[in-house]
């Protein structure tokens, strides 16, 4: 073993779970507070995993025997390209039904929220089709887009993406909207019912049968910061109806661009996904199945501090094994690994 490319050992620890379904958790001392993860390549492997620590530095995960630690990456980031449109940090959705890209833009700051970390927010959304013909939906004086990209997913199964996305009301705060493309251009075919209060924000928890009815829901989590809760909504017909809401959540750090703090796979080999997400503490995670419509938290997973990154669910070498990976305020990353399932979809 080379000490000279180990940044630290690790310390294997146990977590409490809800019953007897254990997960493991093994945690890292990084000695900085982790910033943001990512995965190069978009692959889905521990391997390829890249840290960025609050110091700048790169690290990635490499087995250590039975357990893992990390290592400085040599080589730079490369820097993401945004259009001049786009708002700062924000991120291209990609996708390959009728839709090619997707980002907000026109930046404004007629709504001086700040929830994610500055006072610009989106006036107008842009989509591409497959041909590259660019469309643009611009938002009245009345609302802004409170997000950092808009997420492309096939919600109502009529083979065409739909754009999901947050849009806040100058006077009565955040709702979430369904946008569609269709033969004249981009308009938002349903949203929810605004939260009622200014400077009140809703963050997205991602897309999937939740329920195994053959149908995908929308997951998302009203006020993060204040006891969140977590929302079910199905779209169907132009209509979104919520079906299921749950205390006791959280998937934000106010003031932070991370957005992506859950991680959805069928964890347990039921062939129905379920939902990993912090609790309002953010110092455990909350493993829910809602097989039935009926929530169920399957596990609790303990954190020896609070998660401020996103969840990135990743297989290991052994490509029959999958974890979750995370980083916490104190300056550890953890590694998560479900209970062994042989019949377990890991993706």
């Not at 490499?62 to 945004?82: S, T």
């Not at 404004?108 to 590259?132: C, M, P, S, W």
């Not at 809760?229 to 299921?244: A, D, F, S, V």
């Not at 703090?261 to 379920?274: E, L, N, P, Q, S």
């Amino acid at each position: 073993m080379r000490k000279s490319l180990i940044l630290t050992f690790v310390m294997l620890l146990f977590a409490d779970t809800a019953n007897a379904d254990d997960w493991t958790v093994q945690s890292i001392n990084l000695k900085a507070k982790p910033q943001s993860l990512t995965l190069k390549k978009n692959r889905k492997k521990l391997s390829s995993v890249r840290i960025l620590t609050e110091h700048g530095e790169r690290l990635r995960i490499r087995p250590c025997g039975n357990q893992f630690c990390v290592e400085p990456v040599r080589r730079p980031a490369r820097r993401r390209r945004l259009p001049a449109r786009a708002i700062p940090d924000s991120i291209i959705a990609r996708g390959k039904n009728n839709i090619r890209s997707a980002f907000l833009g026109d930046a404004t700051q007629r709504y001086n929220h700040g929830v994610l970390g500055d006072n610009i927010e989106a006036g107008a959304l842009y989509v591409f089709d497959l041909r590259k013909k660019q469309y643009k939906l611009t938002l009245g004086p009345d609302s802004v887009f409170e997000d950092l990209h808009a997420r492309l997913a096939d919600v109502d199964k009529d083979g065409a993406d739909e754009i999901i996305v947050v849009r806040s009301y100058l006077t009565k705060g955040a709702s979430l909207a369904v946008v569609e493309l269709g033969k004249i251009g981009l308009s938002i075919a349903a949203e929810t019912p605004a939260i009622g209060r200014p400077f009140r924000w809703l963050n997205p928890a991602g897309v999937a049968d939740f329920d195994g009815d053959g149908w995908p829901e929308i997951a998302l989590v009203v006020t993060p910061h204040i006891g969140g809760t977590l929302q079910l909504w199905r779209y169907r017909g132009k209509k979104l109806e919520r079906i299921l809401s749950l205390n006791g959540v959280s998937n934000h750090v106010k003031g932070s661009r991370i957005l992506d703090m859950t991680a959805i796979a069928d964890f347990y080999g039921d062939k129905i996904k379920d939902l990993a997400i912090p609790d309002a503490s953010r110092s455990n995670i909350r493993v829910l199945s809602f097989a039935g419509g009926q929530a169920k938290e399957r596990a609790l997973i303990s954190l020896p501090g609070h998660l401020v990154t996103e969840i990135l669910w990743v297989r290991t070498k052994d490509k029959k094994k999958w974890v979750l990976v995370g980083g916490l305020d104190n300056g550890h990353l953890v590694i998560m690994a479900p209970p062994a399932s042989p019949d377990a979809r890991r993706e």
